[in-house]
């Protein structure tokens, strides 16, 4: 049996019904942490929810029952720090103990707001990371992150992880001529898009005939979105175009259809998702160059474009076909299969 451990991000259902689609010859398992709606849309007898502290050390609480039984237990994530405390505790469990790399659970241990609670929690995450069975990611340079950070041993399986992360044959939709050249600026409100820097370098671009589309519908505060708003429209003025809504999947890709190029500023990697699917659709994408994501598309083949130079190369024309001819053969549904199954099988 595989026990699944993970917070109740929006990775897990697609991933549960993954498993059920693709991999149904193997046992999974999985427990929810935290407060949750999947409960209304999973509820399956092999999915067991955990709320709270006292959830995990109650008796009869299926966390211990489970984890014992399992051949394999994948942590989808490292952000619960309450997990993190119990497999402290119970070190016995960590050599069969397999880490979904998320990317922000490894890079909190360069978390600016550093104190005594992040003193703590390092305190907790270090023994638990060293000593971790294995390493699942796809970016190496992660790898050597942890290495470096945690010194964690752990054995390293290349892995997609997510459908996500894979290239995806969205409709290509021809974009009206008489529409502005449109620069998708970030991905989300968090302010780990590091929008100020970002729209300092979109200022420098000497032709300014270009709108800036901004996502802000999640992942920041109120108080932070309305100071991007303010300062984009302040540089940008009416070409400046915050997207405060959520929008369903299929508007999204009508979203990127009709851009031209993707800029992130991201200080770690994040944002694969958005930056694979619009490589997919033969976006140019600008990103920091000194990122462990940089490395990975670099090291595949694929041409990506550094964010120091874009003032100068923005509207520079470049084909991208061989972008999508690589995404196509290596990340794909079928790869993404053969790399869990080495997983479930090992």
């Known amino acids: 049996m595989i026990l699944h451990i993970s917070t109740a991000d929006k990775f897990i259902l697609p991933f549960m019904q993954y498993n059920e689609r693709y991999l149904s010859e193997y046992e999974h398992r999985y427990i929810i942490i935290g407060k949750s709606h999947l409960h209304e849309q999973v509820n399956h007898t092999h999915v067991f929810y955990l709320n709270s502290l006292f959830d995990f050390i109650k008796p009869n609480n299926p966390f211990f029952r489970l984890a014992s039984n399992a051949h394999k237990i994948i942590l989808h994530g490292l952000l619960d720090i ?55 990611t796809y970016v190496d340079g992660e790898i050597d992150l942890a290495r470096e950070w945690y010194k964690a041993k752990g054995e390293y399986h290349v892995c997609y992880m997510y459908e996500s992360n894979l290239f995806k044959p969205f409709p290509v939709i021809e974009k009206p001529q008489s529409n502005n050249f449109s620069v998708l600026a970030g991905h989300s409100a968090d302010p780990l898009n590091n929008h100020f820097e970002l729209f300092k370098i979109l200022s420098k671009v000497e032709n300014q005939i270009f709108d800036v589309q901004v996502p802000l519908s999640y992942g920041g505060s109120k108080t932070y979105v309305d100071s991007v708003i303010n300062y984009g429209e302040k540089l940008f003025g009416k070409r400046f175009k915050p997207l405060l809504d959520f929008v369903p999947l299929d508007k999204y890709v009508e979203l990127l259809n009709q851009t031209d190029v993707g800029v992130f500023n991201h200080k770690r990697q994040m944002a694969m998702g958005n930056i694979i699917s619009l490589i997919g659709l033969g976006k140019k994408v600008y990103l920091r160059s000194d990122q462990t994501h940089w490395n990975f598309f670099t090291d595949t083949g694929i041409s990506i474009f550094d964010i120091e130079s874009l003032p100068e190369t923005l509207f520079n024309v470049v084909e991208l076909q061989q972008n999508i001819d690589i995404l196509k053969s290596r990340m794909n549904k079928n790869v993404l299969q053969d790399q869990l199954r080495s997983i479930y099988s090992s």
């Open 82 to 136: 309450k997990l993190v405390a119990i497999l402290k505790l119970h070190s016995s469990l960590l050599h069969k103990t397999y880490w979904y790399i998320w990317g922000r659970d490894l890079y909190a241990y360069r978390d600016e707001k550093k104190g005594l609670k992040h003193s703590f929690k390092e305190w907790l995450r270090k023994p638990v990371i060293e000593n971790m069975g294995h390493l699942i």
